[in-house]
Each structure stands twice: as C-alpha cells, then as structure tokens.
C-alpha cells in the first residue's frame, strides 16, 4: 500500500540539497528551502510512522528483481521510529541554522551538505541490505566531514582530522565484515543473511566475523576504548553542526549493533560479556571526563559518551526488558543531545562564550529562556517524571534480574555524575554574577525580534517533545515493546522482505 513513499524522507532531502545547490549564493531562498523542506520531510515520515505502527512492515525493491538479489528497503517499527527521530532534529536544527548560522558558512555550502547527511541517516535507517548500510555510512561520513570542517579553522581541522581518521577505520572493519558474511553465505541482504547464518558451520569464523561488526560500529558509537575521537571533534564545529552530530551520528552505530545483533549474530554468552565490559568502561570514562570540563561542548560531549554505555549495556542483556530500556533511551537521547548543543549555540549568542568560568548571570538576564533550559537539563538528568528517568527503571530492572552488577553500579555512577555536572554547569552559567573581569559580547540583543524567536523556538520545540516523551511515557513504552519484540522474533521483519 505505502510503495515508493518508503522512500520519501529520503528523496526530499536529496531534493532540498539539489535545489539548494542551483540556488548557491542566495542565503535566503536556501533557508526557507531547508526549513520548508525539513517540515515537509516530517510531515511525509510521521504518515509513514503511523502506517507502520498500524500495519506493521513495508518494503520496496528498488529494481524488478525479487529478494535477495534487489536492493531493498525496509520500513520497520525500529527503522521508521528513527527516521521520525531524525527528522524532527533535522527540523530543529534547520531552524536554528537559519538564525543561528553565519552568512559566510552557508555560502560554503552548509545547507545542502546538511540535507545530504540527513539523507545518508534516513537512507541507513531504511536499508534492508548489508552493503548499503556500508554505503550510507560513507554518505554520513563524507558529508560529516565536511560540515566539521566548514570554516577551516584550525581547531576544527585538527578535530576532523581525528574524526575523519577514526571514521576510516570504523569503515574498513564494517567492509571487513561484510566481506566475510558474503564469502560465508554468499548474500547480502538482512533478512536472506537472518535464515542463512543459521546454516553456517564454522561458528567461529561467525564469532570472529561479529567481532568486526561490534569494532566497526563501536568506533561509530564512540565506545571505550575508542571514544578519544567524539570529544576531540565535536566541540569544534558551530553548534548548528554539533547538535546533528551530538543527537544523530553515535546513535547511528547504536541502530547498526540493534539491527545486526538481532538479526544476523544472535549474541552469545562471549558477545554479551565484551559487550557489557565495553558498557561499563564506557559509561565510566565519560563520567570522569566530564567532571572536570569547564568547556560546555566538551562536557556534553563526555556525557554523549557516558549515556551510550547506558544502552550497549541493554544491548548486552539482550532481553526484553533491556532492549526496552535501551530502545526508550535511544529515543530520549537524540531528542536531549541535539537540543543540549543547540542551547550551547543559544549561549555563545548570549554571552559569546560556552566556557563556565567566563559566564554567569543569565537566570537573572533572561529568566524565561533559562526555565525553558532548565526543562531540557533535567530531562538529561533523568529527575522523575521526565523522559531521561523512565528508560533507566528498566535498565536497573534487568540490571539486578541478570545480575549485572558492575552495570548497576556504572548506571547509579554515571547517574550521579550526570547530576552533579549539570548542577554545576546551572550554578556556574546561570546563578553567579558575571566575572567582573568579563567583557560581555552579547550577539543576541541587536537582532530582529524574528531572528530571537527563531533561535529559541528549535530549542522549545525539542524542549516539548522531551517533555511529551516523559509525560506520555507510556506511549514510548508500547512503542518500544512492540519493537524490542521484533528484535527479538525476527519473523515479521524475515516475512515481509520475502513477501510471505
């Protein structure tokens, strides 16, 4: 029934970022382009949401041929909710670029890159073939790379460099992999790999194989060992940038490890231990590299990776419960991450800076937007009953049924840490008066009243929906039931590609 309009949010955007190259030094056309597309791309991926959720999975063949052999794409419950996530940050962020962004950046051809990057995610989100996973993740890096380095200032460079050099070889363990998969099975199509991998012998070649994928999209998910690179990079570019990269890009690697774990490599006893040594150690070091980070960026960047050890731990349980967990926090930490850079970006406008010993004041100055902050704060925290506190019930849930002890105790850890900074970041940026020996380069004041609501109104806009998602709790939760199931049983997801 839903046919090529599987396809929608990903053709808009591409559509948006060829238009918005015709249209190359004409600043103004390429932003109504890129709000107006960005909401119709919304528009099109919550009809798509809903008939999913009403009538379960669809697919397309982007060619005559019949799977496995077509290039296919699948919209799934898992798949679409991702979209949906994607294109309401998507939306946020357009907005606040066309404010918040500088006339020089967007003459470097920031606008279209961006919808291209936000192509590249709906298209990973939607495959339903290995190799073009493969092929969308080179798409989001590419185009990644290029907003990092927009500007070419030196700080930049040197953290795209990481970025980039890091990215690259994520890559070559993902194309590892799939190499292998196909020499195993001779197929590269999900579902066909799902039925075939059953039937390979040499389990430990098949175990080896996950090792590179779980390398691969680790590196992407910013996981320890290899993490360096996130807080290297990502308090770099302006915020615009680091709020798509903060919400979107690490939960990339978090959908691939769902996707392919439930899929393809069923976690065994080995896969679930490294996976929780990972979480642990994971959660661990972005709590003590947060702690002592004046710098806003950076310190949201270690509680980017922080948080993603709160879900491959419940990847690493593998269970119901903690697949629930993890899929509830999934959808609270795009919504969260995107907004906490877009408000580092309101604060650079406000003051000129986002280093806390350098600012002070702004409750006093700005009382209205420091509430609507303090919403988006505690929401991160986790403060009951907003949406950072209910994905965390079943993670210690499931934590003390499996007996993960060590993931209790990171959880309660990384739990209080988080508390703790924001505390801190509130009482340094928002209580205290201004250092008397600050000069104040406030860029906020001399705008048009339209440009300060249009700075504000992407912020309020993720505000409400992280407020919704901790109200309405229970909606996120059927969801994310109804999704954990078909990681789970696979059947659905098996039948609907071949079309039985």
Request: aromatic share 14%; proline share 3%; net charge positive.
């Amino acid at each position: 029934m839903m046919g090529n309009f599987i396809l929608a949010p990903v053709f808009i955007h591409l559509l948006i970022a060829i238009f918005q190259l015709i249209a190359w030094r004409k600043t103004v056309t390429q932003r109504i382009l890129s709000v107006g597309g960005a909401l119709g791309a919304l528009v099109a991926t919550i009809i798509l949401f809903r008939q999913v959720y009403l009538n379960g999975t669809f697919t397309v063949n982007a060619s005559n041929w019949e799977a496995p052999f077509s290039i296919i794409f699948v919209a799934d419950l898992l798949g679409v909710t991702m979209v949906l996530l994607t294109s309401i940050a998507a939306f946020a962020v357009s907005m606040f670029s066309a404010t918040g962004l500088s006339r020089q950046r967007m003459l470097y051809g920031y606008f279209p890159i961006f919808h291209f990057l936000v192509m590249g995610l709906n298209g990973a989100f939607l495959t339903g073939d290995i190799f073009n996973l493969y092929v969308w993740f080179e798409v989001i890096i590419i185009s990644s790379f290029v907003l990092m380095t927009l500007g070419g200032r030196k700080n930049q460079l040197e953290g795209a460099l990481k970025y980039m050099s890091m990215n690259i070889l994520a890559s070559m363990f993902f194309l590892t992999g799939i190499g292998i998969l196909y020499g195993m099975t001779g197929s590269l199509n999900m579902a066909d790999l799902a039925i075939k991998m059953h039937d390979v012998q040499n389990r430990s070649l098949v175990g080896i194989t996950s090792v590179f994928f779980i390398l691969g999209f680790g590196i992407k998910s910013a996981v320890f060992p290899l993490y360096f690179w996130l807080p290297s990079s990502y308090h770099t570019p302006p915020s615009a940038v680091a709020a798509t990269f903060g919400g979107l890009l690490t939960k990339v690697g978090i959908y691939a490890i769902l996707r392919v774990n439930s899929l393809i490599f069923i976690p065994d006893n080995f896969t679930r231990t490294l996976l929780m040594v990972i979480a642990v150690l994971t959660i661990l070091t972005g709590t003590f590299g947060a702690l002592n980070k004046t710098n806003i960026r950076r310190l949201f960047s270690y509680l980017i990776v922080c948080h993603i050890g709160f879900m491959v731990g419940g990847i690493a349980m593998f269970s119901k419960l903690a697949l629930m967990g993890t899929l509830f926090y999934l959808i609270h930490d795009i919504m969260v991450k995107t907004n906490m850079f877009l408000i580092s970006g309101v604060i650079m406008q406000l003051r000129g800076v986002v280093t806390m010993e350098k600012l002070g004041g702004l409750y006093k100055e700005y009382p209205k937007i420091s509430l609507l902050i303090a919403i988006v704060l505690l929401s991160l925290v986790g403060i009951p009953p907003l949406s950072g506190f209910w994905p965390k019930v079943y993670l210690f849930r499931e934590a003390f049924n499996e007996h993960q002890y060590f993931f209790v105790g990171a959880l309660i850890i990384g739990s209080l840490a988080t508390l703790y900074v924001i505390a801190k970041l509130w009482a340094e940026v928002f209580w205290k008066e201004v250092p008397a020996d600050v000069v104040v380069d406030n860029k906020f004041e001399p705008m048009p009243f339209l440009r300060k609501v249009l700075l504000i109104v992407p912020v309020s806009i993720l505000g409400i929906v992280s407020v919704y998602i901790g109200l309405n709790a229970e909606v996120i939760i059927q969801v994310a039931d109804r999704i954990a199931t078909e990681l789970l049983d696979t059947s659905s997801y098996i039948n609907a590609v071949f079309k039985n």
